[in-house]
C-alpha cells in the first residue's frame, strides 16, 4: 500500500486528492519502482490545478512529470531491482502515471540510471527543468553562441527552467542576463551567476521594430509570447535562441527579418521526447556542472503529496523561487 496524488473527476467537479493505492492499480510497465522524489514543475502545476490540458490520459491520473526510483521488480534483464533510475518527460504524468506516488510502474526504455556524482534528490532537484536548462546551454552551443560572443539572456530566469540556465552558463563562462519579473529575486539571481538584471518587462513589451539594435548573442527563453518576439529582434548576427517555455504566452509574433538579414537560429527545446542517447549524456553534464552548493541555492523546499495543489497555485502565480521536490513518502 503506498499514497499517491490522484485526479479524478464526480459527475460535477474534477478532484484531486491523497489516495491509498496498492500495486495492483498500477499500470502497465516491464519495471516497477519505489518514488524515491518527484518535482513540481510548472506542467505539473497545470496538471493538478487542471488550467492546462496536459493529462492525456484516462481519469483517474497520478500527474508528476519526474521521477527518481529504486527498481523493485524489473521484468527486462537492463534493469535490476536496486538500481536507482530517473524518468523525466516521455509522457510521464501526460499519458503514463506519473512521480505523485509511492510507488509506480514504467517502462525501461524511458529510464536514465542515476548519474555517479548526484544522489536521488539532487536529481529532482534538477528534473525537468535543470534538464531543460542543459539542453537549452548545449544547443547554444551547437549554433556556436560561445561566452566571447557577448551577452546571453535568460527569461523567466528565477523559475526551474531559468535558474538552472543562468547557474549553468554563468559556470561555463558566459555573461548572463536575467530576465525577471521578481523584484526579491536579485539577490538569488546574482548569487547564481546573473551578471546584468532586467526587468521582466524590458522584454515583455515586445519588439519595438522588426529588427532592433542586437543586444543578445543568445538566449534562453522559458516564458515565450512577446517577450520572444523581442529576443528575435534584438538578437546579434548569428545569434540563437533557445525558445523552452509559455509562461507569458504561446503566441509569437514575429517577421522574417531576425531570420533572413541577420541569420539568427530559434531553435525548439522539447525535453519529453528528447532521445535516449542525448537524455544519458544531458544527464552526464549535468552530474559533472552542478555542485551540492548549486542544488541547495535552487531547492525552495520539500513538499509532501498534500500540499502539491497549493504550491502549483504559487509556481502558476510566479511566487516560487527555484525548485520545489515532493516526497511521496512524507
Ligand atoms: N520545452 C520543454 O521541454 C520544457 C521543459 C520544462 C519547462 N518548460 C516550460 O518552461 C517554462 C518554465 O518552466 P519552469 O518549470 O521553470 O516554471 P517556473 O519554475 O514556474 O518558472 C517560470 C518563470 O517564468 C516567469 N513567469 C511566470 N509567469 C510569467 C508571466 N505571466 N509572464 C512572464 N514571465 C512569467 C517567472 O520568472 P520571473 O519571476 O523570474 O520572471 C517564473 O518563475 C514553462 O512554460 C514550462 O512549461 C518547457
Same mark, same amino acid.
Given at each position: 500500500m503506498f499514497n499517491a496524488l490522484v485526479v479524478d473527476h464526480t459527475d460535477s467537479a474534477r478532484t484531486v486528492r491523497v489516495q491509498t493505492l496498492d500495486a495492483s492499480d498500477l499500470p502497465e510497465g516491464d519495471? $516497477? !519502482? $519505489? !518514488?524515491? #522524489?518527484?518535482? /513540481?514543475? #510548472?506542467? =505539473?502545476?497545470?496538471? !493538478?490545478?487542471?488550467?492546462?490540458? @496536459? *493529462? %492525456?490520459? +484516462? /481519469?483517474?491520473? !497520478?500527474?508528476? @512529470? =519526474?521521477?527518481?526510483? %529504486?527498481v523493485v521488480a524489473s521484468d527486462v534483464p537492463e534493469v535490476a531491482p536496486g538500481d536507482v533510475v530517473i524518468q523525466t518527460g516521455w509522457g510521464l504524468g501526460e499519458t503514463h502515471w506519473g512521480g505523485y506516488a509511492g510507488r509506480q510502474r514504467v517502462w525501461a526504455r524511458h529510464l536514465v540510471p542515476l548519474p555517479e556524482g548526484l544522489t536521488p534528490l539532487d536529481a529532482m532537484v534538477i528534473g525537468t527543468a535543470g534538464f531543460t536548462a542543459m539542453l537549452a546551454v548545449q544547443t547554444l552551443e551547437e549554433h556556436g553562441v560561445t561566452p566571447d560572443r557577448g551577452e546571453v539572456v535568460v527569461t523567466g530566469a528565477s523559475g526551474g527552467v531559468g535558474s538552472f540556465a543562468v547557474a549553468l552558463l554563468a559556470r561555463a563562462g558566459y555573461h548572463v542576463v536575467a530576465s525577471t519579473g521578481s523584484a526579491s529575486a536579485h539577490t538569488y539571481l546574482t548569487r547564481l551567476g546573473a551578471t546584468r538584471i532586467i526587468p521582466r518587462d524590458t522584454l515583455g513589451q515586445g519588439p519595438q521594430r522588426p529588427l532592433d539594435s542586437a543586444r543578445w548573442a543568445g538566449a534562453v527563453d522559458a516564458v515565450g509570447g512577446a517577450t520572444l518576439a523581442a529576443i528575435l529582434s534584438t538578437l546579434d548576427r548569428h545569434g540563437?535562441?533557445?525558445?523552452?517555455g509559455l509562461a507569458g504566452g504561446v503566441e509569437l509574433h514575429t517577421t522574417v527579418f531576425p531570420f533572413i538579414l541577420r541569420g539568427v537560429v530559434l531553435a525548439g527545446i522539447d525535453s519529453n521526447t528528447c532521445p535516449n542517447d542525448r537524455r544519458r549524456q544531458i544527464w552526464k553534464r549535468l552530474a559533472e556542472a552542478v555542485? +551540492? =552548493?548549486? %542544488? +541547495?541555492? *535552487?531547492?525552495? %523546499? @520539500? @513538499?509532501?503529496? +498534500?500540499?502539491v495543489p497549493e504550491a502549483s497555485e504559487a509556481v502558476l502565480a510566479g511566487r516560487v523561487q527555484g525548485r520545489i521536490v515532493v516526497d511521496p513518502r512524507a
Amino acid at each position: 500500500m503506498f499514497n499517491a496524488l490522484v485526479v479524478d473527476h464526480t459527475d460535477s467537479a474534477r478532484t484531486v486528492r491523497v489516495q491509498t493505492l496498492d500495486a495492483s492499480d498500477l499500470p502497465e510497465g516491464d519495471v $516497477e !519502482v $519505489e !518514488v524515491l #522524489y518527484s518535482s /513540481l514543475n #510548472y506542467k =505539473d502545476a497545470l496538471a !493538478v490545478t487542471g488550467r492546462g490540458k @496536459i *493529462i %492525456r490520459g +484516462e /481519469l483517474p491520473f !497520478v500527474p508528476g @512529470i =519526474d521521477l527518481v526510483g %529504486r527498481v523493485v521488480a524489473s521484468d527486462v534483464p537492463e534493469v535490476a531491482p536496486g538500481d536507482v533510475v530517473i524518468q523525466t518527460g516521455w509522457g510521464l504524468g501526460e499519458t503514463h502515471w506519473g512521480g505523485y506516488a509511492g510507488r509506480q510502474r514504467v517502462w525501461a526504455r524511458h529510464l536514465v540510471p542515476l548519474p555517479e556524482g548526484l544522489t536521488p534528490l539532487d536529481a529532482m532537484v534538477i528534473g525537468t527543468a535543470g534538464f531543460t536548462a542543459m539542453l537549452a546551454v548545449q544547443t547554444l552551443e551547437e549554433h556556436g553562441v560561445t561566452p566571447d560572443r557577448g551577452e546571453v539572456v535568460v527569461t523567466g530566469a528565477s523559475g526551474g527552467v531559468g535558474s538552472f540556465a543562468v547557474a549553468l552558463l554563468a559556470r561555463a563562462g558566459y555573461h548572463v542576463v536575467a530576465s525577471t519579473g521578481s523584484a526579491s529575486a536579485h539577490t538569488y539571481l546574482t548569487r547564481l551567476g546573473a551578471t546584468r538584471i532586467i526587468p521582466r518587462d524590458t522584454l515583455g513589451q515586445g519588439p519595438q521594430r522588426p529588427l532592433d539594435s542586437a543586444r543578445w548573442a543568445g538566449a534562453v527563453d522559458a516564458v515565450g509570447g512577446a517577450t520572444l518576439a523581442a529576443i528575435l529582434s534584438t538578437l546579434d548576427r548569428h545569434g540563437c535562441v533557445a525558445a523552452c517555455g509559455l509562461a507569458g504566452g504561446v503566441e509569437l509574433h514575429t517577421t522574417v527579418f531576425p531570420f533572413i538579414l541577420r541569420g539568427v537560429v530559434l531553435a525548439g527545446i522539447d525535453s519529453n521526447t528528447c532521445p535516449n542517447d542525448r537524455r544519458r549524456q544531458i544527464w552526464k553534464r549535468l552530474a559533472e556542472a552542478v555542485s +551540492e =552548493d548549486l %542544488r +541547495e541555492q *535552487i531547492l525552495a %523546499r @520539500i @513538499i509532501s503529496l +498534500e500540499a502539491v495543489p497549493e504550491a502549483s497555485e504559487a509556481v502558476l502565480a510566479g511566487r516560487v523561487q527555484g525548485r520545489i521536490v515532493v516526497d511521496p513518502r512524507a
